[in-house]
């Protein structure tokens, strides 16, 4: 039997893009291997978001070449976001490279892999659902649910609308459909998975209408699901309508990652992200208003083109101000075809640099503080299983997305309240109370 091996990089999507993958494979009857070096078929699924994303991968491909020197009868297939920007050049720039599915065209990969000379790629046309092909999840009490793929607004340091293209809502009766059949065979967490999840169902129908809320809503109601998160979301579209159902449906966690990119008026202006500072922190207020516990995640590119040292200033007050459980810090990097890779006020890399570490010891400051906060408290954690180091210490998640270590351990998949006593900026620890006899 021939093996396979996936390497995911990127987001979410591409996580759960890879489930499609590798069950695409094993329904044509091939077999997973345990690591690269044991593969007869070596698939990367890739991420062209930034630079360093793009640099890591053709590594990857470089030593997948040195591999194939040895074994010419391994196969190199690359899927996802860097094969659809690179559609163009790939069989040109890595001939050893033997099939190539953009992320609107996992269904061909099959057909891509058996195929010759140009019919080995497989581009553009966002038309079927990888929600569709079958699919090999990792854990069985979790699951990603796809309700949208691409995206339409137009942030002018972004990719991912040129590789992913124009949004598309996946028809509410197939989500709700799939979230049912997933909590009948025993997923309690969903994962609701958009490039912009939160204006999902603007382009349906009007007959067939459903909007963000209202699918949180529908999930909800589903017997068996008791947490629901979703990512990622737009603050342009966070409306009363959303933080209503999130607030009052009680499996959405009291959790939201809500991407702030920049502090800066001025900046939000030219990246295109249509909030301002103020609307910003307007949408924070009102959240935590419907829901005083939500921990609040974020991402943040610095040195982004024209920024000053007061814009830089000006995301460094709104972090405080927020107060951010944790956030995903970028350096910008400039993408071939986006708006701002022409800009001509490019920030030096030194100054990107020098921002970026003032940035993440604000970070891991808030992150510390907001964690410590916790102690004394008592958290719903869901255990995914022992912890890396200790078989007799379990890991799981928090309703609000920390990674949390208990005692005594508890299976993978099941829920437990635990007391916590110390925590980190990276993870909370302590013990599961007894239930309380009623
Ligand atoms: N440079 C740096 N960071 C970027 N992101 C998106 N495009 C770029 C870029 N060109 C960041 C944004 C986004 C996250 C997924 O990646 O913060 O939210
Ligand atoms: Fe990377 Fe964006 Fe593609 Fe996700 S959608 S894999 S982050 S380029």
């Not at 490279?97 to 000379?117: C, E, H, K, Y």
């Not at 009363?240 to 702030?260: F, K, N, R, T, W």
Request: hydrophobic share 35%; charged share 25%; glycine share 8%.
């Amino acid at each position: 039997m021939r093996r396979y091996h996936v390497t995911t990089f990127g987001c979410q999507m591409n996580v759960h893009d890879s489930e499609r993958i590798k069950g695409m494979l094993e329904a044509a009857g091939l077999g997973e291997a345990p690591d690269r070096d044991e593969a007869d078929v070596l698939v990367f699924n890739t991420c062209t978001i930034r630079e360093k994303a793009d640099d890591r991968l053709v590594q990857h491909l470089h030593d997948a070449r040195g591999r194939k020197d040895r074994d010419p009868d391994l196969q190199v297939v690359v899927a996802g976001c860097w094969a659809e920007s690179q559609r163009e050049a790939i069989f040109k720039d890595f001939p050893w490279v033997d099939a190539a599915v953009g992320p609107g065209r996992i269904s061909s990969l099959g057909d891509a892999m058996r195929a010759d000379g140009e019919r080995r790629g497989a581009f553009g046309s966002f038309d079927d659902f990888a929600a569709d092909l079958p699919q090999r999840r990792e854990r069985n009490f979790q699951a990603w649910l796809q309700l949208s793929m691409g995206c339409n607004s137009v942030c002018s340091y972004c990719i991912v609308p040129s590789v992913r293209g124009r949004e598309r809502s996946r028809h509410p009766r197939e989500v709700l459909a799939e979230a049912r059949s997933l909590a009948v065979d025993g997923v309690v967490e969903l994962m609701l998975l958009g490039q912009n999840v939160n204006s999902y169902g603007r382009d349906l129908p009007p007959a067939e209408r459903c909007t963000f809320a209202e699918m949180l809503r529908g999930v909800d109601a589903i017997d068996g699901i008791s947490r629901i998160r979703f990512m990622s979301p737009h603050p342009k579209d966070m409306r009363g309508d959303v933080i209503a159902a999130m607030a009052e449906s009680d499996a959405v966690c009291e959790q939201l990652h809500l991407p702030l990119q920049s502090g800066s008026s001025r900046i939000l202006k030219r990246m295109r992200r249509t909030y301002d500072q103020g609307r910003y922190l307007d949408l924070v207020g009102r959240l935590r208003h419907a829901m005083p516990d939500i921990a609040l995640t974020t991402d943040v590119i610095v040195g982004f083109p024209g920024e000053t040292e007061q814009d830089f200033q000006d995301t460094l007050d709104v972090y405080e101000a927020v107060g951010f459980d944790h956030a995903f810090t970028f350096i910008y990097s400039p993408r071939n075809g986006t708006e701002a890779a022409g800009f001509e006020d490019q920030v030096p890399d030194a100054v990107k640099h020098e921002r970026l570490e003032r940035l993440v010891d604000v970070v891991q400051r808030h992150a510390a503080a907001r964690n410590a906060a916790l102690v004394g408290t008592v958290q719903e954690v869901l255990s995914e299983g022992p912890s890396r180091t200790d078989p007799h210490v379990s890991r799981g998640k928090t309703r609000g997305n920390k990674t949390a270590l208990f005692t005594p351990a508890a299976a993978a998949g099941t829920t437990v309240q635990v007391r916590i006593e110390e925590t980190t900026s990276q993870t909370v620890r302590g013990t599961v109370e007894s239930p309380v006899p009623a």
